[in-house]
């Protein structure tokens, strides 16, 4: 622990949050969980970037409407907080949700479609290019895609299903910045390159 280091806050009421710990902790980060409104500062009283986890957007939002800590964390973003959001935390941020008529934070301006590989073949792994990062490995679960996004919203990625005969086997975007958003359909924490965390991390340094 120490105050010169990055203070990452990793939110974990739910999902698939401890993989990105270990990664930003082996990228030299200080990592601190937020599970409740106490927490959102971190233990040095200073949060300089956020992690949203993969898991299940809808439960993600009810807790944190629940724990009080909807509002707190959207104004963060909003006003610049670096984030990376993988899967659920992709959902969490865009302005629309396709085929839904209520978003989360609605921050990042874009339409998502969850589980938008369809449910049964929705898990695939593959390997594709980020921009500013490189060629690295995705893989996805039940996850979404983004159907469009705003014209000051950068694209970072476009993948097609690895999966033969599904109805997304065309390219979809995958990985897209604004400001200081960084929102993936993959999991980048589920594999051992830690390339988009270095990135991330750039973001947080900047
Ligand atoms: N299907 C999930 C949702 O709609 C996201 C899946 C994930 O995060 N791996 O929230």
Redesign the pocket.
Known sequence: MGINKPQIGVLAVQ??FIEHERILQSLGADVFEIRQLRDLDGPHGRIDGLVLP?????VQGKLLHDLGLFEPLREKIANGLPVLA????A?LLAEKIAGENKAHFATLPAIIR??AYGRQLGSFFTENEVAHVGKVPQTF????FFESVGSDVEVLSRTASSNPGESAASEHIVAVKYKNQIALSF?PELNSDTSIHQYFLKLVAA
């Open positions: 999902g698939a993969g898991g299940e957007s809808t993988t899967c659920a935390g959902i969850r589980n679960i039940r996850a979404p999991h």
